[in-house]
């Protein structure tokens, strides 16, 4: 992804609340937006909406339950598990030979970039991780732990232009899940490996969230505030930090940048809702469906609904997003955004047609959520969910980073 951005004050961020503005992304289609973050129904006795009663681990994108789910049926050689886990032994990062390469810097963004050393260490510490915990071979549990060590002991510095704000958010929440994974292995050392999380990424996604990269507010797009949202909710599910936690649930409500819910699916169309990068195209619009219901899978697995807020419109916009990858055509509204350092208007007055029907492993989580876990229909989700099963993870759709922005494995990791 690339963003346009500039140095420039503060309170120019806030001027597209005053001009741009009329059918941009705050305006919301004249619709009010109303926060709704209810438990699940299983843990409904909390008086407090919000706030969990104590951190569930594992509990980022697979919990026990899961885990334990995963297992047997790969155990029975049940489909479609099988094919799933089938996906996942056949991606050479799963291998518990894999090579890690750790290193002391990593750029992304300008002269000397080496980040893909990064992401395909981080999906290969997940991949071995999901494979020791199905199967308990201990061979994939030392690889996973000796990489998340390696790493911890090595990295100081994530840097580069305005893409490290990308690296942050989306390694470090990639990171953080292997992490929770393989909290109490033998050997592993996981203070260390917090402390490396709060020390070299925390800042920046906290950098970005505050002042994105000094630039007027909307100048980014959703997907950067998301990434950087989920690195931070993941950060305090794995550091017990209720302070972190909340902070990425209230931003998801009432953030001002591009990665809240009234921001990122500005415009409602009955039960179909316009994703904010729709205009832009398909790819990075794909990306933000994955993001988003990273955000809310780990919410939901510590007793947060996302999921459900505003009257599922996360649901809306994913149904809009498949409608349209799927062929379909969608109604589109005008969307209006300022950017650089004084929001100077732009606008996308049609939908793109840019990477339509480009297959990313976003669909299962967030299908499998309201079609199994709520019961709701979802027939978009449904035909895009079947036309890309069984998913795979990192490096089964391509080398570039875009095959690393989501973690994967959705057929067997969220079939219910």
């Not at 390694?171 to 050997?187: D, K, T």
């Not at 009234?262 to 794909?286: C, F, K, N």
């Not at 697995?301 to 459900?308: A, F, T």
């Amino acid at each position: 992804m690339q963003g346009r951005h500039g140095r420039g004050t503060t309170s120019r961020r806030r001027l597209l609340k005053t001009a741009v503005l009329g059918t941009g992304a705050a305006a919301l289609s004249g619709l009010a937006y109303t926060a709704q973050a209810t438990r699940p129904p299983a843990t409904a006795t909390d008086t407090d909406p919000v706030r969990p009663l104590a951190f569930t681990h594992p509990g980022m994108l697979h919990t026990q339950a899961d885990f334990d789910r995963m297992s047997d049926r790969v155990a029975a050689g049940t489909n479609p598990w099988l094919s799933g886990w089938n996906r996942l032994t056949a991606n050479g990062r799963s291998s518990a030979g894999w090579a890690q390469r750790p290193t002391a810097t990593i750029i992304r963004g300008g002269d000397g970039q080496n980040y893909p050393q990064l992401y395909n260490d981080v999906h290969a510490a997940y991949q071995n991780a999901l494979r020791w915990k199905i199967t308990g071979d201990p061979a994939h549990g030392d690889k996973a732990r000796d990489i998340l060590n390696a790493w911890s002991g090595t990295l100081t510095t994530v840097t580069g232009n305005a893409d490290r704000f990308l690296a942050s958010g989306l390694y470090g929440y990639q990171f953080a899940n292997a992490a929770e994974i393989m909290r109490g292995y033998g050997g592993f050392d996981l203070g260390r490996f917090q402390s490396m999380l709060m020390d070299v990424f925390y800042p920046l996604c906290d950098s970005f969230l505050v002042n994105h990269n000094d630039a007027c507010i909307t100048n980014y797009w959703a997907n950067w505030d998301l990434c950087n949202m989920a690195a931070i909710m993941s950060f305090g599910i794995l550091n017990d930090d209720q302070a972190l936690f909340d902070r990425a649930v209230d931003y998801f409500h009432n953030g001002e940048g591009n990665g809240s819910l009234p921001h990122a699916v500005p415009h409602l169309h009955g039960e179909l809702a316009q994703w904010q990068e729709s205009g832009r195209d398909q790819g990075h619009t794909i990306m933000g469906i994955g993001l988003m219901g990273t955000i809310c899978e780990m919410a939901w697995n510590q007793g947060v609904d996302l999921y459900g807020a505003d009257n599922n419109r996360f649901l809306k916009a994913s149904e809009y997003v498949a409608r349209y990858n799927l062929g379909h055509d969608v109604p589109f509204t005008p969307y209006h955004w300022g950017t650089g350092q004084n929001c100077a208007p732009q606008q996308h007055t049609v939908i793109s047609s840019a990477g339509r029907g480009q297959v990313r492993p976003v669909w299962e989580r967030v299908y499998h959520h309201y079609a199994g876990r709520r019961g709701l229909a979802t027939p978009n989700l449904d035909a895009i969910a079947r036309a890309n099963s069984p998913e795979g993870g990192g490096g089964d759709y391509g080398t570039t980073s875009g095959g690393f922005d989501e973690l994967g494995f959705g057929t067997l990791a969220y079939v219910r």
